[in-house]
């Protein structure tokens, strides 16, 4: 009897630690970095989804053979801290790497989210998705805060040359909202809880893995290292 | 002056000290119900702050989710202190506090003394937490919200059990 308050608390500090253990396994999708590239697939990868928006917003050739797969929200800070190591990587890894991204707007998280993927969709009915996605994410603080974000967005429309009439129309249009609506389905499917989620090649990399670039290069160094069947 | 009859005064001293004796043990037992009861609460605020606290080392927590509130709050510098989380400090912390709870619901008395000594650091920083969450950062976040609720029962229990 002596002693049975002392198994309890040991029983608890056991059950903690493999409880800790076993949400730090499932909270991670995918193995990291080296183990990464050599994992089977997930049977939700992305070959078996749904397709998304076609066609969708890449940079890079499509036989290149690490593809990476962003689904962002313009809006959410971590997506913001993401985009320019993305860059980085399009510039060091340049042929070999093809990177989409995908529209995942958290509303009602982020208030202005929606009008930003608006805008950059709007942006790329006239070919100009990746200067509007470029413009949204290096002003993301400016525009975050705000009231009203159309003229923001109206003024980076003009910045990047865009037709204004016509920005202004899509804005509204049915392709604009189908385009973002499929991108959505396409995360759900993919099981895409939050954002930023990047599949390379298939498989989900673990967010610890994104930041910062060093680490996400070692990633797509290895995946551009694996065995190919 | 006429006297009144009192009938305390009439009634019998024996059967007076024996109710007293059925009494005590109902007495001695709640503060161990209380003790069991807060080790209880102990548990549930460990999972929650183990769960916070996996989610800060996987970097779930500093995405951006559908739930609004939490990544803000725990992607903000507030939830680290230097590089450790404080998740994991609390965590540390309701481990503290079931263990106190169960060597004093066991009849240690100095545990439970022990007990208000660890409460009451860990409710200091609940009510700057929410301070911080309200008028600071801006959002709230569920499971920080849960904590707050945990450990303020805990303050509660571990208080009246000790005044007891």
């Not at chain 1, 949400?23 to 939700?44: H, I």
């Not at chain 2, 996987?58 to 992607?75: A, F, H, K, M």
Request: aromatic fraction near 8%; glycine fraction near 6%; include cysteine.
């Amino acid at each position: 009897m002596k002693r049975l308050p002392f198994i309890i608390i040991l029983v608890v500090l056991a059950a903690a630690v493999g409880g800790a253990w076993y949400l730090k396994r499932s909270a991670t999708p995918s193995v990291p970095a080296q183990a990464l590239a050599s994992a089977s697939p997930r049977a939700n990868a992305p070959t078996s989804s749904d397709p998304g928006a076609e066609p969708p917003h890449t940079l890079g050739p499509a036989n290149a053979p690490a593809k990476l797969e962003e689904f962002g929200d313009f809006e959410c800070p971590p997506c913001g801290l993401l985009h320019p190591t993305l860059q980085t990587m399009e510039r060091e890894f340049g042929d070999r790497l093809r990177i989409t991204f995908r529209e995942f707007p958290l509303v009602p998280t982020h208030q202005h989210a929606l009008a930003a993927a608006t805008a950059a969709e709007a942006a790329g009915l006239q070919g100009k998705f990746w200067e509007m996605h470029d413009m949204l994410y290096e002003n993301q603080k400016q525009w975050h805060e705000a009231f009203d974000v159309r003229p923001i967005f109206e003024d980076y429309a003009k910045r990047i040359g865009l037709d204004i009439e016509r920005y202004k129309q899509d804005l509204t249009s049915q392709i604009v909202e189908q385009r973002i609506t499929q991108d959505g389905l396409r995360a759900h499917s993919l099981g895409v809880k939050g954002t930023p989620t990047v599949f390379l090649n298939g498989r989900e990399i673990p967010f610890e893995s994104l930041l910062p670039a060093d680490k996400l290069r070692e990633v797509i160094k290895t995946e551009l290292n694996a065995p190919h069947p | 002056m006429p006297l009144t009859h009192d009938p305390g005064i009439m009634k019998p001293i024996q059967p007076a000290i024996s109710s007293a004796k059925e009494k005590a043990p109902r007495a001695a037992r709640a503060p161990t119900l209380l003790y069991a009861a807060a080790a209880l609460l102990s548990i549930l605020g460990l999972a929650d702050a183990i769960y916070l606290t996996i989610q800060h080392v996987t970097g779930q927590s500093v995405r951006c989710t559908i739930i609004s509130g939490c990544s803000e709050v725990l992607s903000s510098s507030y939830a680290t202190i230097g590089s450790i989380p404080l998740a994991l400090v609390g965590a540390a912390a309701y481990f503290c506090v079931f263990s106190l709870a169960t060597l004093a619901a066991f009849g240690y008395r100095s545990a439970g003394q022990l007990m208000i000594l660890a409460v009451a650091p860990m409710f200091a920083v609940t009510l700057w937490l929410i301070y911080l969450q309200a008028f600071v950062i801006g959002h709230f976040c569920q499971f920080c919200l849960f904590s707050a609720a945990i450990t303020t029962l805990l303050t509660v229990i571990s208080f009246i059990a000790w005044r007891r």
